[in-house]
């Protein structure tokens, strides 16, 4: 049973350049979370999203970061124009959603560098 | 608001030695709380969990936290550290929406 997947791992962008990175959830999980992780610092949260539906966004800075759970394919965080202070280990956690059992699951993480 | 907050941001043991981390939550209704391990570059693994019952949790890697509501705490403890253990530990509480602490970044001495 694949746990979290993330990729890439690794994203160089120069500033103004777009950043995409993709989540794949655990086998029959329907709900995912993205958070931020600055260096140094603890993860934040962004994003939670099921299959077609934004959930809660409250942790997603309000302008060029976006992010998309389609029916079929992996979640998508993309930063439009990204600029140094995007630089950041971004996880993506995946849950059953079922009642009680709120254990997320955390992918291995993309860490991007803007340049 | 809800915050979890790790008073200690480094912490070295000797291997062998026992190991207290500390974790303050606040909440205003009984939280789901947590605890995280990360080792460099890697992603986060999930050590232990309480949300109700037993106050005293058993976690992987024999590790375990007790939730005391009196104190607001629910501190990670292990009896013997092991070298493996060095990595950064993240306290937490949430449930979809899961708010971590600064973490702490454990050094183990040989």
């Known amino acids: 049973n694949a746990g979290v997947m993330q990729n890439p791992r690794h994203l160089v962008r120069r500033r103004g350049q777009e950043a995409r990175l993709r989540c794949s959830p655990m086998k029959g999980h329907s709900h995912v979370y993205w958070y931020r992780q600055l260096p140094e610092e603890g993860l934040k949260f962004m994003v939670y999203?099921?299959?077609?539906?934004?959930?809660?966004e409250s942790g997603m800075p309000k302008e060029r970061f976006s992010a998309e759970f389609p029916k079929e394919g992996p979640s998508i965080l993309r930063i439009q124009q990204v600029v140094r202070g995007d630089s950041a280990a971004y996880f993506c956690a995946s849950s059953s959603g079922l009642a009680e059992n709120y254990e997320q699951y955390f992918g291995p993480g993309t860490r991007l560098t803007v340049t | 608001a809800q915050s979890v907050t790790q008073p200690d941001i480094h912490i070295t043991v000797s291997e062998g030695a026992s190991l207290e981390l500390r974790c303050n939550y606040s909440?205003?209704?009984?939280?789901?709380l947590f605890w995280y391990v990360q080792s460099p570059g890697q992603g986060l693994q999930l050590l232990l969990k309480?949300?109700?019952?037993?106050?005293l949790v058993q976690g992987i890697k024999g590790f375990e936290a007790e939730f005391k509501r009196s104190q607001s705490s629910f501190n990670l403890r292990k009896p013997s550290v092991h070298w493996s253990d060095a990595a950064e530990y993240f306290c937490?509480?949430?449930?979809?929406?899961?708010?971590f602490g600064a973490g702490t970044r454990l050094a183990v001495h040989p």
């Open positions: 937490g509480g949430g449930y979809n929406k899961l708010i």
């Open positions: 309480y949300f109700s019952g037993d106050t």
């Open positions: 909440y205003g209704a009984t939280p789901y």
């Open positions: 999203l099921q299959k077609e539906n934004i959930i809660d």
